[in-house]
């Protein structure tokens, strides 16, 4: 099998590039779209396991890095959600254009599975299957709250004045400009709410979920998975990164897998 590994710069309308990781073997039976995490980026360790485990099964990946994220040209694009919507439509674009033949499938992980629902509940999309880890499906509740933490406090205090903070996960991942346009973006968008995955056509989802996940909490999980009747799988000893058994990450990406060549 011959495996054509690329960076590539998609450019968008308004000036502002999207930077992805290109993964395409030949054959090839369809292509992933991955969406990273907050705070992460096209160089993330799922990622890499992706990159690692599609092509053994003839799938190909389009990797990119959101706004604001990364270290490459979608940093210099502020975070907002359309922006968001509107780079994964790109990519869905130029797979399109590029490999007009093939399906399409979705891959998100926190922030980016809260960033494909938004997309397949409000964008016309190819796409007929979707898979969510570790899914931040009330991602607004991480930012809107009614009684934020001393440091939150900071935080927002720095927003009033400055009009932005930077927030960053930890010292790997480059800071996110987060400013007050995004809080108005969170506060319209309530997954729960707006999510409608077969406006558009049908769209069969897949999630897994860490029971010790203390960012996106597994009732929530659940509770969401419930109302929208997703199968979810949830990992008995494993948090939000879905990493700490080192077996863990390969296991995730094969359910993946298994549902996007289902069939």
């Not at 989802?205 to 997703?230: C, N, T, W």
């Not at 494993?238 to 990450?249: I, K, M, N, W």
Request: negative net charge; contains cysteine; hydrophobic residues 40%.
């Amino acid at each position: 099998m011959k495996i054509n590994m690329k960076k590539t710069i998609l450019k968008k309308p308004g000036g502002y590039c999207v930077s992805c990781i290109e993964q395409i073997p030949d054959p090839c039976k369809g292509i992933v779209i991955a969406v990273h995490g907050f705070s992460s980026s096209k160089e993330c360790a799922t990622y890499q396991v992706l990159l690692r485990k599609l092509p053994a099964a003839g799938l190909g990946m389009i990797g990119i890095d959101l706004p604001g994220h990364g270290r490459e040209e979608s940093y210099l694009e502020t975070l907002r959600i359309e922006a968001c919507i509107e780079s994964i439509a790109l990519a869905e674009m130029y797979i399109c254009n590029a490999y007009p033949a093939l399906p399409i499938y979705y891959f998100g992980s926190s922030f980016g599975a809260y960033i494909i629902g938004l997309y397949i509940s409000t964008r016309e999309h190819t796409g007929r299957r979707t898979f969510f880890r570790s899914a931040a499906v009330n991602m607004p509740d991480l930012f809107i709250k009614e009684n934020p933490s001393n440091e939150e406090r900071e935080k927002l205090r720095q927003l009033n004045e400055s009009g932005f903070f930077n927030y960053s996960l930890d010292d790997a991942h480059q800071p996110v400009r987060i400013t007050q346009g995004f809080y108005d973006d969170l506060a319209k968008n309530d997954l729960f709410a707006i999510f409608d995955p077969a406006r558009f056509g049908s769209n069969e989802i897949v999630m897994a979920h860490g029971l010790k996940d203390s960012v996106i909490s597994p009732r929530k999980a659940e509770a969401f998975a419930q109302k929208y009747q997703i199968p979810i799988h949830f990992f008995e000893n494993e948090g939000h990164s879905l990493g700490s058994s080192a077996d863990t990450p390969d296991k995730v990406v094969d359910i993946a897998i298994h549902h996007f060549v289902k069939g």
